[in-house]
């Protein structure tokens, strides 16, 4: 017996996608994502030359810099902030731009579920409009475990909330 969601969807439907990229004019590479309610903002700054501490001389550095709807930043943003790094650093070809600093900010607008998973294709996006070198794309999706065992793909946040485990 397959379950049924209270938006009707079924355990393996996602929500409505959609993307528009150079939707900002400062930055280098910009995009929107969203994913159902779900919408983030992502903005590429760079590479850029410099002297932050944090820059290596035989490759090019990410910093991403989240921003949330409202509020500050706790502990969950900051991971979120550490994942996104690693996954551009994973993606990006760092040789390209030696001894650079790319900024890439990620503004919530709306939070309805599958927040991470939809800031990083937004970032990867952004990235593509930047002309940022890569290696290959990034996809995410967030799976979350029913208590029936199903396995849910891309929760809403009241989902989110009733699941024992959540995966990105």
């Not at 996608?17 to 309610?37: E, F, K, V």
């Not at 002297?51 to 943003?77: D, H, L, M």
């Not at 690693?86 to 709306?110: D, E, F, G, R």
Request: some cysteine.
């Amino acid at each position: 017996m397959e379950i049924d969601r209270e938006d009707g969807r079924t355990p393996n439907q996602l929500r409505p996608l959609a993307c528009s990229r150079n939707i900002l004019h400062r930055p280098h590479g910009s995009a929107s994502w969203s994913q159902g309610d779900t919408k983030v903002l992502a903005a590429v700054y760079g590479p850029k030359a410099g002297t932050k501490k944090n820059e290596n001389p035989e490759k090019a550095c990410f910093e991403v810099i989240w921003k949330p709807k409202s509020g500050q930043i706790g502990k969950a943003e900051k991971e979120y902030e550490m994942i996104l790094k690693k996954t551009i650093q994973s993606i990006c070809v760092l040789t390209v731009n030696p001894n650079t600093t790319t900024s890439v900010i990620i503004q919530v607008v709306h939070d309805d579920g599958s927040l991470l998973p939809c800031a990083i294709n937004a970032a990867c996006a952004a990235l593509v409009d930047a002309g940022i070198p890569m290696k290959h794309l990034a996809v995410a999706i967030c799976c979350c475990l029913a208590d029936n065992g199903y396995v849910v793909l891309d929760p809403n946040k009241l989902e989110e909330k009733k699941m024992r485990l959540s995966l990105i």
